[in-house]
């Protein structure tokens, strides 16, 4: 079992920036593949977000290329998603969720955080 809490999110304007933190439990932090996903309302959870376990390749949706990036520390056990030029369109409920395999963008994951709330004002 892997309990995972996330932290970071908020209220911030257009153009702002935040940092989100997902800490896990357990020992076997490494060898989960780590994502990021979120959640409007009225909307479907969508995929954000991915880091490889191992090869630490970074997978990304279309519309946070070049303006998001996620990173892991093993160490600590620590996935982050650093945000940037925050739109107004960026405001969900984002989740980080880990899996053991699979293909990173589908939202079948086997564990999840409950969400941290962030919202961008125009």
């Known amino acids: 079992q892997v309990q995972l809490v996330e932290s970071g999110g908020g209220l911030v304007q257009a153009g702002g920036s935040l940092r989100l933190s997902c800490t896990a439990s357990g020992r076997t932090f490494s060898t989960y593949v780590m994502g990021w996903f979120r959640q409007a309302p009225g909307q479907e959870r969508e995929f954000v977000a991915a880091?490889?376990?191992?090869?630490?390749?970074?997978y990304y949706a279309d519309f946070v290329k070049g303006r998001f990036t996620i990173s892991r520390d093993n160490a600590k056990n620590t996935v982050y998603l650093q945000m940037n030029s925050l739109k107004p369109e960026d405001t969900a409920v984002y989740y980080c969720a880990a899996r053991d395999d699979g293909l990173v963008y589908r939202s079948d994951y086997d564990y999840w955080g409950q969400g941290t709330q962030v919202t961008v004002s125009s």
């Open positions: 880091i490889q376990r191992r090869s630490g390749a970074l």
